[in-house]
């Protein structure tokens, strides 16, 4: 989506990238004139390296407007410890920094049983 338009062809998105930024970032310094408080939602991983380059909608928005991170996974698909862990360690220094946090989704249980887990997700956190 750009300034409510759909764009559905991956290869046209990929053309374009580097002529929609512009209208990114003057969306965002319009908004950020007349909001005292902006939330920006990634879209999809922050950490997939075939579309870093191309970024528009994940930590790309969140340098532009020097934000803090957080990384928030779903238990429900799998994987979360993994796909956190993996997004810290394939970001750039920069960008790890910006991270504050991780938030674990649709959790439904014992949280001791996470402890270990939580633990060492910490201590991935810590290791920026």
Do not use: C, H
């Not at 998105?13 to 209208?23: E, G, I, V």
């Not at 939602?41 to 790309?60: C, I, K, V, Y």
């Amino acid at each position: 989506m750009l300034l409510g338009r759909v764009l559905r062809d991956a290869q046209a998105y990929y053309r374009l990238t580097p002529t929609l930024w512009p209208a990114v970032r003057r969306s965002y310094d319009s908004l950020a004139r007349e909001a005292d408080v902006i939330v920006i939602e990634g879209a999809g991983s922050p950490a997939e390296p075939n579309l870093m380059r191309r970024d528009l909608a994940s930590m790309r928005v969140a340098r532009l407007a020097r934000a803090s991170v957080p990384l928030v996974g779903d238990i429900d698909r799998g994987g979360v410890f993994a796909s956190l862990v993996g997004t810290m360690v394939l970001r750039p220094p920069a960008d790890r920094r910006r991270v504050r946090g991780f938030v674990i989704n649709k959790f439904r249980g014992d949280e001791a049983l996470l402890a270990p887990a939580l633990r060492d997700l910490a201590r991935a956190g810590r290791s920026r």
